[in-house]
């Protein structure tokens, strides 16, 4: 799937905005593959698989496109 990087913590995980979807995605710093945590930007777009975390859905395997 694809989305945008909406949001950055200071705390090592965001979300992601998903066209089509109202609810955005969480994701963790250790989620990423090929990029680290501090050379995201909010605006970014990524590529990233969806499962089901304890609190609801979250995107792995996080990439930089």
């Known amino acids: 799937m694809k ?3 909406k949001t950055l913590t200071d705390r090592g995980f965001g979300f992601i905005a998903r066209e089509g979807e109202a609810k955005d995605l969480f994701f963790h710093s250790k ?3 090929g990029v680290t945590y501090d050379e995201l930007k909010v605006g970014d777009e990524v590529t990233f698989e969806v499962v089901d975390g304890e609190k609801g859905p979250a995107a ?3 990439s930089r496109v």
Do not use: E
């Open 60 to 62: 792995v395997n996080v």
């Open 3 to 5: 989305g945008t990087i």
């Open 31 to 33: 989620d990423l593959v």
